[in-house]
Each structure stands twice: as C-alpha cells, then as structure tokens.
C-alpha cells in the first residue's frame, strides 16, 4: 500500500508495517521537548499521581526559554521546578542558562534531531522539526507527562496536504513570505487535524534553517506537523550538527501516495508579505500595506531567529539608523556568538538597536519588548493574535528578517527590496 | 440555570483565552481569574458555575498551553460548544477530562444568554430559553474511555 512520508514514519513508531489516515495507534516517542511554561506543570501532575518514572532520560531534552533569564518570582519559581526535576531525573540533555536558547532553533543545532523519527514536545511550535523528514508535533501539559513517564502517545494519522512549491523566489522573498502566502490562502485552519507536505524546487534551494521557518508556521495553518522531504542540504546540516547519535533512516512519500489535496504555488510570482493583525493569514503583499507607521520592530523567536536570518537583517540595518525601537534577539547561544564574531552585532548597535539574550522574550508578550495600547510591531515571528505582544490594544505585523530590517529603518512597513 | 456565553468569532485563540502574561503560574483558580481576559474582560464577571462558552469554527486555536483549559474549567465553564476545535485544544481537554461539544449550525441553535441542559450522555441539549432540542455527535470513544477515567494519567495508570 501506498504511503505518505508521515504515515511511514508513523508507522515505523507504532511497531507497523503500514498505517492510514485516520487509524488510531500508540507511536513510540524519539525525542520529547520540554520548556519552562508546560513542563513544570507536567512535573506536578506526574507527582501527584505518585508516577515518579521518566522512560528515558537521554531522549528528554530541557531548556527554559519563554521566560528565560526569569522575568519575575513567579518564572523564576518555575525554573527552579524545572530544574529541580532535571537534575533529580538526571536529563542528559539539560540545557541552563548560558546554553539554552530557543527550544526550536536550539534542538536541531545541538543535534537532536533526526530524520525518520518522531518528536513531541510542549510547544505548539514544535512541528518546525519536519524540517528534518521527522514527524514532530506540539502537545499540552498531560500529553507532556504521559510520553515523559511512558515513552508513548495515541495519535490519529493525519491525512496529508501536498504543498507544491514551484519556481525561484524574487529578490527580497523569503522562506517568511512564502509561508505567509500559504496561510493566506488556506486560512489559519485551512489545515487543521492534516499534515502539510511541502515539497517542489523552490525547497530544493532553501537553507535547513530557511525550510524551519516553513514547518514552523505549520501550526498557523493548523497543522499537525509540517514535514519536508531529506536531500543533500538535509544530510549536509546533519552532518555538521549530530554529534551523539548519528544514524537515522530516511523515509519518503510514495509516488501514488493519498493527499487530501495537492495546493499549488508559483513562488516566483510571491511579493514580500505582510500578515495584518489579527491573525497569521492576514498575509497581503508589501505593496497593499508599505507606509504604515510602526512603533516597534522585532527579529528573533523560533519562525526567523537564527544566524541567516541575522545576516539578512544586519545587510540591510548596515550604516543606517533604525528609525525606531529595535530589537535584536539571536535564538541561542550559538548563533549569539556567531553573530558577534561575524561583526553583525556592531552594525545593529551603530544603527541604535537593541541586542538580548536568547530568550522568547517579547515574542509571546512575556518580557523585554511588550507593547503598549496602540503601538505597532514589525515582528519576525509566527502570530499576530491580538495581545500576543502585550497590550490587547497593540497590534503586530508579521514579516521577513528584510522587511523588518527595512521597516525598522524607516519606521514603517516598507519594501526591503529598495535596500537589496 | 446554566447560561451560554455566545462569541460569534471564529479563531477565538490561547492568546485571548489565558494571555501569555499569565503564563507565569499553572494554579487553576489563579488563572481562572483571567479567563478569556483578552477577548472578553467581563467574561470572570457575568460567568456562573456551570455556564457554557459558544463560539464560532477553530476554537482555541494557536499555542499548545494546556493552560487555556486549566482557566475555562477553573472558571467552572461546564464545556465549550464550537462549530471547532483546534487540535491541540481539543486533545488537551480530552485529556484534562473536559468534554467539549461540536456543532456546525451552534449560530442558529444558540443564541446569547439562552438556558441550556446538556445530556452528554445521550448526545442532547435542551435550549429551555427557545424549547428546541439540539442533537450533537457524542465524542468518539477513545475520549470518552479518557474521560470516564478522568483524564489521561489516570487512563494510562489504569492501563
Ligand atoms: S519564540 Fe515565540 S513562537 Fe517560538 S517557542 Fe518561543 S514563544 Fe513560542
């Protein structure tokens, strides 16, 4: 029987030869993701419920991130259940301050990630991993506790969505843009319950980490998981950054595979994007939107926080003055350091912004950055709901690293293009 | 008698049901107190014990913070009536033991304000406010196995 990637993978976790959309299985677990908003409720459950077991501690990875350096007593007091935890479990990976960062962009750097295997983690976000050809999906704080304690979770096998993205992206057009174009024309639950296959040329010459910002935004759509296919850039990131364990195997979807649907894109004709608030398929080309006045611009999170995205930003801030308050906030602590050794961190302080540490930080309107009512943010990240940034009266634009860095030059939403 | 709640709002999100300022505690009955704070700042005020939410398609949609049911069931909300859910919500609750409701025309059927009793075994709401009776899909039975159980720490201990 014919398979897509996603029931393969599936399948191979749930012990079967074949699986189909819409079967119900227990899939054994690779790898959980666990950070300092839903896992230290998951502790306490499990606590309480007297199951003091954890099915293995080095396929649990920790890293405090939302509120990370802590913010207040009460993140602080999280922490410290966290950490607590942690080293009672003794959870090899443990990522403290210093060397956590930003659960998406950290896992795959640090090499957790591998094709081929399944990844859960408490953070909606978490289907950025099908970068990879894994199965990655976000879960709450039960689910959390159930595969930390068991190593196993009941899914139903998604149908998939076939996602066909064809022809080279302009000059000024990002991975960003793209996933924006799709969320516009699927809606924000064009996807809800499926699995997004991405698959098609324009993939073929993007970096690992621009093809993340694609199965990042999978769950805008509402998706279940965001997958995209192994190939040579795959292999050549894996290469450089599995360090522990370095076999995987490499599944792909069969040719005469069922797709609920397939979705057609000329990427060629994509213009930089704009998500409107209040949701991420409010995506219009810059065109529609250029000359809104902004407050604030922000590039960082999980969607567009990682060195490439960096760069971008940095080319275009290069010898001009940001117009506006701007933050600058690196992922992890790798790319932090990159940044600063690559010299980006002195263009971004000569044009006036501001640099943090890797944090969540403003992205979920936690610390460092929040919004007052009726300010506008130009953000690099992946939502735009009202009140994500802080006041509910605050509104955000979501776009590239480019048309942030340029708008935060201007002080308003503006084409990148004239800076490239 | 239990109240509906109506958001005539699809995408109602995590973001407006528990906003992430509050992320910062997981005790129930403090985030209760800021139950969908950013959609509806009355919402703590006018709900009752009991009370339901109606709202449109994509209910709960956005972050995976189990908080968002922790807050609606701490503010004693009963359940949740959508056109949909978001899949995350939706597995989150059914793992909480919170049993939410689905109905495709919940516009025309509920208005409000309106009084409801709800029948979750045999899949019926009696809308006394318009004396019509509403049939709704009972969820499927590996959630009701979780729910009856309580969750699904409970399940699984069981198992
Ligand atoms: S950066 Fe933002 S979207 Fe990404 S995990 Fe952190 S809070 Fe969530």
Redesign the pocket.
Known sequence: MAMTITEKILARAAGKDKVRAGDLIDANIDIVMC?DVTTPPAISMLKEKGIDKVFDPEKIVVTP??FQPAKDIKSAELHKRLDTWAKEKKIKHYYKLGRAG???ALLPEQGHIRPGEVIVGG???TCTYGAFGAFSTGIGSTDLAAAIATGQLWFKVPESIKFVLNGKLGKGVYSKDVILAVIARISTDGAIYKAMEFVGETLADMSMEARMTIT?MAIEAGGKNGIIGFDDVTKAYLDEHLTDKKDYTVFESDADAEYESVEEFDCSKIEPMVALPHLPSGGVAIGECQGMEMDQAYI????N?RIEDLRIAANIIKGKEVAIRTLIIP?TPVIWKQAKDEGLFDIFYDAGCVISAPT?GA??G?FMGILAAGEKCVST???NFVGRMGSPKSEVYLASPATAAASAVEGKLTDCRKYI | MPKAHVYKRDHVNTDEIIP?RYLNTDNEAELATHCMEDLDVDFVKKTQAGDIIVAGEDFGCG?SREHAVWAIRGAKVQTVIAKTFARIFYRNSIDCGFYLIELPDVFEKIKDGDELEIDYKKGLIKNLTSGNDISFNPLPNFALEIIADGGLLNHISKK
């Open positions: 950070h991130d939302h930003v659960c998406h953070d909606s976000h990042n960082g999170s999980c969607t926080g992922a969540c992205c979920l936690g990240t992946n939502r | 992430a972050s």
